[in-house]
């Protein structure tokens, strides 16, 4: 199990950010994501690997429509 | 079309361009007035307009055209002095300076290339083509 | 080439005006311009400093005009009620991208209450410049006039104009070749109109005209929001048309010319280098979300029962920059926007109603048109789309209520609350554009049902209810109006912060105010009731400044610094807010900082509530929304989000779904979301210094120096 956003999410061996970005459906073009308060530059989303337990955040930047 | 062709490999960094073009279109000796720049350093970058013409379509006022000789000018009556070309310039050698309400740029005149003492910049008339390989 | 030397000679002049111009200083020209129809009166008035410091400008100005002069029984058609018009202090500067706009206020058709609009063209900053921060109209005349102001020569003048066409494409096509001098010298002129729907419905808005050099044609943007075009037409205004020549990049005459290049090139720079990854807005504009928000449930369809559909892929915005919409083109609707949102499809041919077969230049579509149009109305046409958002904007009607309430009719046609002999022939099933089209035309024409739903959801609901027997009830909940006015195009249902968004403001549920659904429901960033009600105080207030200033909020935030991944509170946008604050201080040489720019909105959004309550309204009750905006009313609803919805009652409420009847789960849901609702009403009045009725209190007033006697007067009845 990992947090997304503060809330539970299911993991799964080897899950990476752009894996977890399909399976949330989190399309939105401008968005920060960070794991455990570090932040992933966008290039490394197919590269970097979740880990059980980790904390991620996916910051979608839109406050106004 | 006329324009400024630039051999940064032959560049001194010694200013002389920078001087010439100041004087000669603002009447100070200032390189933050010129249409033309060095940025000296361990090898020499010399940074002006090669007349694309990319400001052409940004200007919200049509305010920018080429001339028969495909040189890029600026029609400072009509300018709103928006700066958008300034920001969207491909080459950053649209000229801006606060003392001004409007941008300015190279027009390949060719005072400076007149005055350079190594020829590392001189004015061509190229087709396109060929300028495309610049 | 058309010749409107013939309707240049119908015209009667009724009064002439002339004026030396007052020059800007430091953004303000301390004049207001006001003209009274009725009387053919035209005067000057002096802007005092007490109001510039308290008002600033734009719908602040707008506002405290309106004020002193409408009394709290004014009606929408009084004479004495006014439409203001009025830029800021940052109107009309050009290196700051979306700096060009006008706010118009008015007493609403629609609300009853102070309705402010936000609209580009290039009225605003030219009424600057031709010496006039403000522009005041009021009365009513007999027989159609135009407003002709001169800003080069001083000249105002009031003339009958019986020729001229009312849609708002034709009449701006002909004022601009009427006034201007030749091709050259149609950039100079704006006009702002209304169109023929207007002169029926209460939904009606004004066009602002600008010319697009590129494409030789006069394009309008749209004052949409609560009736304004209704206001206008009411008062037999045809056109206000203004000509001012000369424009340059220094006419607000700013103290620090310097601070304003460096911040608006810069932001020209980061466009250029990241829009095209961001949101496109030079490609697309706002149609750029339609897309994401079908991807994130949050678009509205079928009257907001639900928030995507298969078919949106048909509506998507690559549709429309492939198929419609002319690229290449610096689409501003101000100098100096390089975030040029203004899209246009070129050479578009009408297939229907009185323009059928000409090509025209249709601008759009924009987000609210697909979706509202589109997507709530079971629409998925492009082309349907276009001619509706077309039509929208000739016959002068608001495409946001619009689009809302016939996706209400056509819920209730769908459901047998009404039928075919009620709509007058018209089969109002979800998907039936072209329907929706004669919708339009029978405004225009001023016949029909679409006279009546052109009155808006609430006129609908009350008419359905006591002549066709409707339940009250349950029209109040899928209605999706407050106030009297139409939600627009988000699906708020999931997002408790958002239903705050929409139903805790000052002129109805518009997301100008605050949009908070990404925060809230995808990001998590806001979990308790104090973390939604300070979001409710910031992004409100914050967002009122740009009606202050003349600005409009796009290159607020749909344009991000790279600065922003590391940034404290990045829904913020904290680099973009400084660009502000430099504009601000770079204009006016004040010295203003993030506090006192949300002390400045503060004012006037306070003063805007107080207004509401002088009226008789703007309590807590009115504040309450629709229930289709805050959770499943229907069965089909509930079971379209069914896990989702299970999963709550388990993990929020403790209450077993299991073996329970979508109905039992339906009301338990409800009790639940209603509370919800209330709790963070109280939050958020609390954070905004209102009692729990949603009155300023005179503490809260005097501590941000608006403790005027009038607002004290007003308050201290509720108190």
């Not at chain 3, 002909?174 to 209460?202: C, W």
């Not at chain 3, 899928?478 to 997002?495: A, C, H, N, T």
């Not at chain 3, 506090?595 to 002088?614: A, H, K, P």
């Amino acid at each position: 199990m990992i947090k997304v956003n503060n809330r539970d999410s299911e993991w799964e061996e080897g899950l990476t950010i752009t894996r977890l970005l399909e399976q949330k459906k989190y399309t939105f073009p401008k968005i920060i994501v960070s794991i455990n308060e570090e932040i992933i530059p966008a290039d490394q989303y197919d590269t970097t690997i979740i880990n059980d337990g980790d904390d991620v955040k996916v910051i979608h930047l839109l406050a106004g429509g | 079309m006329k324009l400024l062709v630039k051999k940064d490999e032959l560049c001194i960094g010694c200013g002389v361009c920078e001087e010439v073009c100041s004087k000669a279109y603002f009447k100070e000796n200032n390189r933050e007035k010129s249409c033309i720049k060095v940025e000296a350093g361990e090898s020499n970058t010399i940074n002006v307009c090669n007349q694309c013409g990319v400001c052409i379509d940004i200007c919200p006022i049509i305010a920018i055209k080429r001339d028969p000789k495909g040189v890029v000018r600026i029609n400072k009556k009509e300018c709103v002095g928006c700066f958008m070309c300034v920001g969207f310039c491909p080459e950053s050698a649209m000229g801006q300076h606060d003392d001004y309400i409007e941008p300015f740029k190279c027009i390949a005149c060719g005072l400076c290339a007149k005055e350079c003492p190594t020829g590392a910049i001189t004015v061509e008339d190229l087709d396109f083509e060929t300028k495309e390989k610049f | 080439m058309m010749d409107v030397t013939v309707l240049k000679e119908a015209h009667k002049l009724l009064a002439e005006y002339k004026y030396e111009p007052a020059k800007l200083d430091r953004g303000y020209t301390n004049k207001s311009l006001y003209i009274n129809i009725g009387d053919n009166r035209i005067e000057e008035k002096q802007i005092s400093e007490d109001v510039k410091e308290k008002f600033i400008g734009g719908k602040g100005v707008g506002l405290r005009y309106l004020w002193d002069a409408t009394k709290p029984e004014t009606k929408w058609n009084d004479p004495e009620n006014e439409i203001v018009i009025a830029g800021g202090p940052l109107c009309g500067i050009t290196q700051y991208p979306g700096a060009g706009k006008s706010l118009v206020v008015t007493i609403s058709p629609m609300t009853d209450l102070p309705i402010d609009s936000n609209v580009g063209g290039y009225f605003g900053p030219y009424l600057k410049f031709s010496g006039f921060d403000a522009l005041e109209l009021q009365g009513k005349a007999e027989k159609d006039v135009i407003i002709f102001i001169d800003g080069n020569e001083g000249i105002i003048r009031i003339e009958e104009a019986p020729l001229e066409a009312i849609d708002g494409h034709v009449v701006s096509e002909q004022l601009t070749e009427m006034y201007a001098n030749s091709e050259e010298d149609k950039k100079n002129i704006s006009v702002i109109s209304a169109g023929s729907a207007a002169d029926h419905v209460n939904i009606g808005l004004l066009n602002f005209s600008f010319y697009d050099m590129r494409r030789q044609v006069a394009r309008l943007k749209q004052a949409g929001r609560g009736g304004i075009g209704r206001v206008f037409r009411d008062k037999k205004i045809k056109a206000v048309v203004i000509k001012f020549k000369g424009t340059k990049g220094n006419l607000n005459n700013p103290v620090d010319q310097a601070i304003i290049n460096k911040t608006g090139i810069k932001l020209h720079k980061q466009i250029h280098d990241l829009d095209d990854q961001q949101c496109r807005m030079r490609q697309i504009g706002t149609a750029n979300i339609i897309e994401v928000m079908d991807e994130y449930d949050l678009l509205p369809v079928h009257n907001y029962q639900y928030g995507c559909h298969p078919d949106t892929k048909n509506i998507a915005s690559n549709v429309f920059i492939e198929k419609f919409i002319t690229q290449g083109m610096p689409d501003g609707c101000w100098f100096g926007c390089s975030l040029s949102c203004a899209k246009a499809a070129d050479h578009f041919e009408i297939q229907t109603g009185p323009y059928k077969g000409h090509k025209v230049t249709i601008d759009g579509p924009e987000y609210e048109n697909a979706a509202g149009l589109g997507s709530n109305c079971g629409i998925f046409d492009p082309a349907i789309i276009l001619e509706g958002n077309f039509y929208c904007d000739t016959y002068g009607v608001d495409t946001i209520s619009f689009g809302t309430i016939v996706a209400f009719a056509m819920e209730c046609y769908e459901r047998g609350i009404i039928d075919k002999e009620i709509t007058g022939g018209l089969e109002l099933n979800f998907g039936n554009g072209l329907a929706q089209l004669e919708l339009l035309h029978q405004m225009s024409r001023g016949e029909g049902f679409g006279v009546l739903v052109g009155m808006g959801v609430k006129k609908l609901k009350e008419v359905f209810v006591e002549k066709y027997g409707a339940d009250p009830d349950f029209l109040n909940d899928i209605g999706m109006e407050q106030k009297g006015l139409e939600v627009s195009e988000y699906l708020p249902k999931e997002s408790l912060a958002q239903q705050g968004g929409y139903g805790l403001t000052n002129k109805g549920p518009q997301h100008d105010e605050a949009w908070l659904i990404f925060m809230d429901m995808v990001n998590n960033q806001i979990p308790t009731f104090e973390d939604k009600a300070e979001a409710l105080h910031y992004f409100p207030m914050f967002r009122t400044w740009f009606g202050l200033m003349g600005m409009c909020k796009l290159p607020w935030n749909d344009t991000i610094p790279l600065s922003n991944a590391t940034a404290d509170e990045p829904a913020k946008i904290p680099e973009h807010v400084q660009n502000y604050i430099n504009l601000y201080n770079g204009v006016t040489g004040a010295n203003i900082d993030k506090y006192e720019l949300i002390r400045q909105s503060e004012r006037v959004y306070n003063f805007q509530r107080v207004f509401n309550i002088r009226r008789g309204k703007g309590l807590r009750k009115q504040d309450a929304m629709p229930y289709r905006s805050m959770g499943p009313v229907t069965k089909e609803e509930y079971e379209s989000r069914q896990e989702r919805y299970d999963k709550q009652l388990i993990e929020l409420l403790g209450y077993n779904p299991e073996g329970k009847t979508t109905e039992e789960k339906i009301k338990v849901m409800r009790e639940y979301r209603l509370d919800q609702y209330e709790q963070l009403t109280d939050a958020v009045y609390k954070r905004r210094g209102w009692t729990p009725n949603g009155v300023p209190t005179v503490e809260h007033l005097k501590s941000i120096g608006m403790d005027l006697p009038e607002l004290i007067e007003v308050v201290e009845k509720h108190l």
